[in-house]
């Protein structure tokens, strides 16, 4: 084998992105209540980073009269810039300016710095105390019901755990989550198929009816007693004809069964009446609270304006003390450490300066977009893409991506996630620009109106679009219907 050594020279692209761009995007990303946790943790793990108050800063200016930013720290073009992938600072010259810039603050207590008296500590412990006493306590789950309930009921102890084993199995509907003989399987051979079905027997006599099914039939089945109305014709439809229940063909079921259209109608309205998800009344389904990142307001002048929602967001700036610590002198490890604790601290105060202006440019374009929108409702929105908000920007169209991801706006329209405003649109008849949306406005409109005794097939709602100026596709409409959960044809006609 002959081994050759030689150099040789070689031109490749490489991108690479600086460690603050990298922070940058991540906070950029931040809905409002993730940026407020991480700023928390940046407070506690950072000793340098430290919270305006109004006692320390009355007037955002230092006592050589320059203006100081919402962070408490000068103006001046060095913070005014942008981040630029790839650029690289002067991280040293920034830390002497930081130092320089300690000499011009006033001297003020640092609250932050302070260690509790031991009368706050109580105060904070009886507070935590009262909370813990005054907490809502946990709600009893779909299982631990069942479970209380299981344990009046007298048999064989294999039959009693197994019993327990499939409440333990029972999904969030209250359900088996698979056959009973591979539950038996699973769970092994002290158990036979028989001393299963008894055990399944038992489950399913439990409060509420229903719980122990095996499927939807079966559910709504274990929940009609010997007084349910029309008790004869539900049985014989759901154990003998269920699927054909589901497609509505009761034709099929009346020449089967002999029962009249009107007794399967009525007897269809009485299992409305049933529940097909007993254990649903178990969830605790906590409440999703929506907090606004940004706010729509009409200025004097008439133009919709986006204001940003900081209230909940601390004013952060550079502890003064530390600052101070370093005219002293201190020794190269205690100022390595400060200096790098300084430089983390700036990179976070910067990144969420660039994600306030970001994301004020970015939600004001798409306002002046969709002015139709929050002047006449959801139904004259836009067409929109992300690109296009990019170019009127002057940004990628990923950071467009970032600043929307999570984020809501308050509008005299209710609360809306910024991505609502975002979606394609075809082109009508005339020759104008028609949001998807708008689309499915009108399909819903048309399956409304038709007639229930003849509803319209897919191909009559393609015909029915074109009339007032759609041209779409079959599959296009097929595939609007399913995913406003409209039924097909056979299944929204009324006999």
């Known amino acids: 084998m002959h081994l050759n050594l030689s150099q040789q020279m070689k ?10 761009m990298i922070q940058s995007m991540e906070i950029l990303q931040l809905p409002l209540l993730a940026l407020q946790e991480r700023i928390e943790q940046e407070l506690s793990e950072n000793v340098v980073l430290e919270q305006s108050t109004a006692d ?10 320059q203006e100081l930013d919402r962070n408490g720290e000068p103006r001046n073009e060095v913070d005014q810039r942008e981040l630029v992938a790839g650029s690289e600072e002067n991280n040293a010259s920034d830390f002497e300016r930081l130092v320089e810039i300690s000499q011009d603050w006033p001297e003020d207590n640092y609250t932050s710095g302070s260690k509790p008296s031991g009368n706050r500590i109580d105060d904070a412990l009886d507070r935590q105390h009262d909370m813990m006493a005054n907490a809502e306590s946990r709600p009893q789950t779909l299982h631990e019901y069942l479970i209380d309930q299981f344990h009046y009921f007298d048999g064989p102890p294999q039959v009693r755990a197994f019993g327990e084993y499939l409440i333990y199995n029972l999904d969030s509907n209250g359900r088996l989550q698979s056959s009973l003989p591979e539950m038996a399987q699973v769970y092994g051979g ?10 399944l027997r038992l489950v399913q006599q439990l409060d509420p009816p229903g719980v122990g099914a095996r499927n939807v039939a079966e559910c709504l089945l274990l929940q009609i007693t010997p007084t349910t109305p029309l008790r004869t014709i539900l049985v014989t439809l759901l154990t003998s004809h269920w699927d054909d229940l589901i497609e509505n063909r009761l034709p ?13 109608k009525a007897a269809k309205e009485q299992l409305r009446t049933l529940n097909p998800f007993p254990g649903r009344g178990f969830q605790d389904v906590p409440l999703q609270r929506v907090t606004p990142d940004l706010s729509v307001e009409m200025d004097e002048n008439g133009k919709y304006v986006v204001r940003l929602i900081d ?10 003390r530390y600052l101070r610590m370093l005219e002293s002198n201190p020794d190269a490890e205690t100022k390595e450490f400060i200096r790098r604790k300084v430089e983390s601290a700036r990179w976070l105060i910067e990144s969420i300066e660039q994600r306030y202006n970001t994301l004020k440019r970015v939600a004001q374009a ?12 959801p139904e004259h929105i836009a067409p929109l893409k992300m690109q296009q908000i990019a170019d009127v920007v002057g940004v990628h169209v990923t950071t467009v991506s970032r600043a929307v991801d999570g984020k809501h706006i308050a509008t005299p329209r209710g609360i809306f996630p910024l991505k609502r405003f975002f979606g394609g649109g075809t082109t009508t008849a005339e020759g104008d620009e028609v949001a998807w949306d708008i689309v499915r406005l009108k399909l819903k409109e048309i399956v409304d109106e038709e007639d229930k005794s003849q509803p319209l097939s897919d191909d009559a709602l393609v015909e029915e679009l074109a009339k007032h100026g759609y041209q779409l596709a079959r599959r296009t409409v097929t595939k609007y219907r399913k995913a406003m959960s ?3 044809s056979r299944q929204r006609k009324e006999f």
Do not use: C, W
């Open 486 to 488: 409209i039924p097909s």
């Open 252 to 264: 099929q079921i009346a020449r089967k069964t002999g029962y009249s259209i009107d007794d399967i």
């Open 11 to 20: 031109m490749s692209q490489q991108m690479k992105l600086a460690p603050r």
């Open 311 to 320: 209230e909940y967001i601390p004013q952060l700036r550079i502890s003064r």
């Open 366 to 377: 798409i306002v002046d977009h969709q002015i139709d929108f929050l002047e006449n409702g």
């Open 190 to 199: 002290e158990v036979t198929l028989e001393q299963a079905e008894e055990a």
């Open 56 to 65: 320390s800063d009355d007037d955002h200016s230092s006592d050589n009269g």
